[in-house]
């Protein structure tokens, strides 16, 4: 099982947005547990990245191979990788925007704000989602119920990107509880939160380090997984990554959150290789 991915085109969220979805089922079944995905620059179906002259060369990383990898690292887990609703294309590069859910500028470098409605038109997606597992008819006995999730969010590179604005949004509805209990109710749902080597072309907020979010943040009690390679954390042309990154990690130990934090071949020299490789090592020591 969990061998074929699925790739379900223009999925609706709230109204005006919609992504294209990959998804590939448990190989454990039954399961709660849902893993979302949301990729890097560069990073498309395997059709779309072999038509430009920069993003074939990393096509091994295509959305469904990257599905593939999270599958077998996360058996127990369905896995939905989130396509970028507009890939911004130059000359020499393609970039990932993920305007339903960070605004951000023509290149899709994020620009944070308190609540671009990205957490309901993740809920809208998922209960879209769910309504497809469903006609697949795996033989289950659960009947899935966004209620009865375990939700885990991972970002890579740019794609950490949406999982900073989440945190926006979660510190959004605690400043606004009685604004919307669906959302409330999702929020309980996330279990894990995942961030893998992130980075975008901007000159700040890789990491959120602003001390209220934080503590928005720290109350929820989410699991929080961070993997980085020497590929940004090292990277002496943009140090404030670095910078960033420990400040975000060393505060939310400080205010109780349980943080795992890997430095995945650090013993080598930063490589664009490296980083993309975190993605096949990212269940590991999975705790």
Known sequence: MGSKVWIWKNMPGIPGRCNDVLY???????TPNFLVFFGGDVQDTRENMEKHSDSKEYVKWCL??????????FPNSHIFV??????????NAVFSCFDNFVPGDKYGTP??????????HLRELLLCCLEHVKTLRMGEDIDYNIEMINLSLMGFSKGCGVLNQFLYEFHYYQEHSNKDADINSLIKLIKDMWWLDAGHNGPKN???TEQTILRSFAKLKIN????VTPYQVRDTHRPWIREEENCFTENLRRMGVLVQRILHFGDKARSLSS??????CVGSNVR
């Open 111 to 120: 620009l944070f704000c308190p609540t671009h409605k990205a957490l309901k």
């Open 82 to 91: 989130i396509r970028p609703v507009r890939m911004s294309m130059t000359r």
């Open 224 to 227: 929080t997984h961070i993997h």
């Open 275 to 280: 980083h993309f490789n975190v993605l096949t």
């Open 206 to 208: 890789t990491w959120i």
């Open 24 to 30: 590939m089922r448990s190989k454990l079944l039954p």
């Open 64 to 73: 469904e191979n990257t599905a593939t990898m999270l599958s077998d690292q």
